[in-house]
């Protein structure tokens, strides 16, 4: 089994890594949990220490389910641990217990030292890197994802239903909380500026389009439980809130919604392969597949559909080959196009490239239509 062992930066960076390597151990070091508790009360971006919550409420529901000192199985296959600070850890030459990188990396070369055969440490610190390389560990850099999330680097969506600003966002999400629950417990208030939904004026201004069609939606639902076009409008809602934070909860609420109108309306390949991703960000890689090929049967032409599946078998499982036919298809699927699909055909020759470079270093060619790329 592959361990990885991620580094502090990486985890603030993307608080959804924790599920991003299936089948494998993922190992945090005591350290990393230290650093992650001190932005508490850090005067950091406020989005930074947003994350690092994140970090924390995502660790904690998982320690509901076991030790994490000896370990927890994820859903995806992969198996998270933590790995205390032992006072009689060895720190090799140049390193110091005084620094915390330094620490990082003695936890890293200590797991590496108990016998597991393919580590890789998961950073994107260049100081710690080169250290890392010195030592002999295998590092890995995983690109930024606060300034974007998964989805608008690689995940390819026929439109963006819902665009949600993460400043605002960020500034809003407990007025909308507070929002919601006055929604559904107040639905029979009457007063002179209140809106249809029970929900006062002055309280509603406070939220941007997007919490809008949220708070609307969860509100109709309360008398319409399975109306299939609020359902969508709700999942594709909570899509929108994990795209511009990271935030996994509302990738598991957009999973909830999205069963239910497809219950309704089980021929929607758009919703089918936009539950696909939701899915893939929770970790549950071969569900997602699963959804995608389902969509790939009733239109195999499926563009965005062509497209996420070959980030799945990339991002998901490292099956360069398949990742490589699937992006090939796409590239010819929208060669000669323009707007979207332009932009669609643009990154599946981007992708092709470097899953072939990918490849290439793990030494597996990758052959498609009889020849090697």
């Known amino acids: 089994m592959r361990t990885i062992v991620l580094d502090t930066n990486v985890l603030l960076a993307d608080p959804g890594v924790l599920f991003a390597y299936p089948d494998a151990e993922i190992v945090l070091p005591e350290t990393v949990l230290g650093e992650i508790d001190k932005l508490k009360l850090s005067r950091v971006d406020p989005e930074l220490r947003f994350r ?13 389910q076991g030790n994490l000192l000896e370990g927890v199985e994820l859903e995806n296959g ?5 790995r205390s600070r032992d006072s ?19 936890a890293a070369y200590s797991t590496c030292r108990d016998g597991c055969d ?3 440490l998961v950073t994107n610190d260049l100081n710690m890197l080169l250290k890392a390389q010195a030592l002999g560990i295998d590092v890995e850099r995983r690109e930024d994802a606060a300034d974007g ?4 680097r690689y995940i390819v969506r026929p439109f963006q239903r819902y665009k949600v600003p993460l400043g605002i966002l960020a500034m809003s999400v407990a007025v909308f909380a507070g929002v919601v629950a006055f929604a559904v417990y107040s639905s029979n208030l ?3 500026q209140q809106t249809t939904t029970g929900v006062p004026a002055e309280f509603r201004d406070l939220l941007n389009d997007n919490e809008r069609q949220l708070l609307d939606g969860l509100v109709t639902l309360q008398s319409e439980p399975n109306d299939p076009d609020t359902l969508a409008q709700v999942g594709n809602a909570y899509y929108n809130l994990h795209d511009a934070s990271g935030d996994v909860r509302f990738a598991r609420l957009g999973i909830e919604y999205y069963e239910r109108y497809l219950d309704e309306r089980s021929d929607d390949t758009d919703v089918r392969t936009d539950l696909a991703t939701l899915l893939f960000y929770t970790g549950a890689t071969d569900q997602a597949i699963q959804e995608t090929t389902t969509v790939l049967q009733a239109d195999p032409d499926h563009v965005q559909a062509n497209f996420n599946l070959g ?3 990339w991002r998901g499982r ?4 398949a990742a490589a036919q699937q992006f090939s298809k796409v590239i010819g699927l929208t060669e000669g196009s323009s707007g979207h699909d332009l932009l669609v055909y643009e990154d599946a020759k981007s992708n092709l490239e470097a899953v072939r470079q990918e490849a290439e270093e793990a030494g597996q060619p990758i052959e498609i239509d009889g020849g090697t790329i």
């Open 52 to 64: 690092g919550r994140e970090v924390s409420r995502m660790l904690f529901e998982l320690s509901e």
């Open 78 to 82: 992969a198996r998270l641990r933590i």
């Open 88 to 106: 009689d850890i060895e720190y090799p030459e140049g390193l110091s217990s005084r620094n915390a990188d330094d620490r990082i990396l003695a």
């Open 118 to 120: 393919d580590l890789t």
């Open 149 to 152: 999330s998964f989805a608008r």
């Open 190 to 192: 009457v007063a002179p």
């Open 311 to 313: 980030i799945f078998y």
């Open 318 to 321: 490292q099956d360069y080959q």
